[in-house]
């Protein structure tokens, strides 16, 4: 029985982590990530399928015709004067995202303000996003 308890006491450590980890990131479905920045008040807030903006997206990170799905960003004005924003890209699928991360990573780099000392940018799974730490969690 001790040896039982142990292993579920493991297991529950082990899927604690796992949602810890997926709970990061902004959602992975484009239109929840848009729904949850437009309902922590983001005005700014929109998604992006159009042909132009992705054309200019694959430029930009890298990517091949067809490898980026959508884009969302938001941008607004927290209660300190703050701006918080956030870009995040969605691609077909992980093999897309990783081939498009370094040159994805100089760019979201190249956007941060001077004193952007809570700037994140990261990958997980088919998508990736940068902006402030506030954005990222409101994009959830």
């Known amino acids: 029985m001790k040896k039982f308890a142990k292993i579920m006491a493991v297991v529950l450590v082990a899927v604690m982590a796992l949602a810890l980890l997926v709970s990061c990131g902004p959602a992975s479905d484009p239109d929840k990530a848009l729904a949850a920045l437009k309902d922590n008040g983001y005005v700014l807030a929109a998604k992006n399928t159009g042909l132009l903006s992705l054309t200019a997206v694959e430029v930009i990170v890298g990517a091949e015709r067809g490898d980026v799905v959508a884009i969302v960003t938001g941008t607004k004005t927290d209660d300190d004067n703050k701006l918080q924003t956030i870009t995040i890209w969605y691609f077909k699928d992980s093999a897309a995202a990783n081939k498009a991360w370094d040159k994805a990573q100089q760019h979201a780099n190249s956007e941060k303000d001077d004193d952007a000392s809570d700037w994140v940018v990261a990958k997980s799974g088919?998508?990736?996003?940068?902006?402030?730490?506030?954005?990222?969690k409101d994009a959830r």
């Open 126 to 136: 088919a998508m990736i996003y940068y902006g402030t730490s506030q954005a990222v």
